[in-house]
């Protein structure tokens, strides 16, 4: 089955640095990449996806890319501000199989003001 | 619009005890999946409902099961419970009608199990 590795599992960032997280998969058949920020007692919230047809979509200060070829996508958070504290999951899946995702561990992103 | 609605939002059983959660999908989404998270953990697929039947199923015993009323709202039963059971159950849904947009899922706030 799919496995999905994410790294670093912690990060500390300065307020208005950038960070990324990255994020590798193991099942060539997987085309649907969807990134999920998850704050306390709350459930993961979609804030951007990528499918296996497009190598970079941006959405304000978040940007995702995507290696097929070396099975890597990553999240990139520009100019970062204290709200963007939290938990940040990668995923991945097939069309096919769009219910059954495959997570990443997490990634615990801090910004100190 | 209402999102994804779980309940309860915790729970504490006894070993051995079995325990239903229950999950109202979003407005207009007829698919819905249950996750298990354990703490520090990203979360692992149990199984997905759509029409009433379970679609697809993850790596969890039998002691995990489903169901899914008419109304696209869904329940999840868990049988002779266990210590490890302990976690954040999420339910996710979305519609079998999303076919050019996102595949993305809408999850709800989970409801924490606690095993003693």
């Known amino acids: 089955g799919e496995n999905v590795e994410q790294h670093p599992s912690t990060l500390s960032v300065q307020e208005g640095d950038s960070a990324v997280i990255k994020c590798t998969y193991s099942?060539?058949?997987?085309?649907?990449f969807p990134w999920y920020k998850q704050e306390l007692g709350k459930g993961p919230q979609l804030i951007i996806d990528i499918r296996s047809n497009v190598g970079e979509k941006k959405d304000q200060r978040i940007a995702v890319t995507l290696n097929k070829t070396a099975k890597h996508f990553s999240l990139h958070i520009t100019e970062t501000q204290p709200e963007d504290s939290a938990v940040y999951f990668c995923?991945?899946?097939?069309?096919?199989?769009?219910?059954?995702?495959?997570f990443g561990d997490g990634t615990t992103l801090t910004v100190k003001p | 619009d209402a999102g994804v609605t779980q309940s309860p939002t915790h729970l504490i059983k006894t070993r051995g005890q079995q325990v239903t959660l229950r999950c109202s999908p979003k407005?207009?989404?007829?698919?819905v999946s249950w996750y298990q998270q354990a703490l520090g953990q990203g979360p692992q697929f149990i199984f997905q409902y759509y029409e009433e039947e379970e679609r697809q199923r993850g790596n969890f015993p039998d002691r995990f099961s489903g169901h899914q009323f008419p109304n696209y709202s869904s329940e999840l039963n868990v049988n002779a419970l266990l210590l490890g059971d302990s976690a954040l159950y999420l339910c996710?849904?979305?519609?079998?009608?999303?076919?050019?947009?996102?595949?993305?899922?809408?999850f709800g706030s989970g409801t924490r199990l606690t095993v003693v």
């Open positions: 407005s207009g989404h007829d698919t």
């Open positions: 995923a991945a899946s097939t069309r096919a199989n769009a219910g059954k995702s495959t």
């Open positions: 996710a849904s979305s519609s079998s009608g999303d076919s050019s947009s996102n595949y993305g899922y809408t």
């Open positions: 099942d060539s058949a997987s085309n649907y």
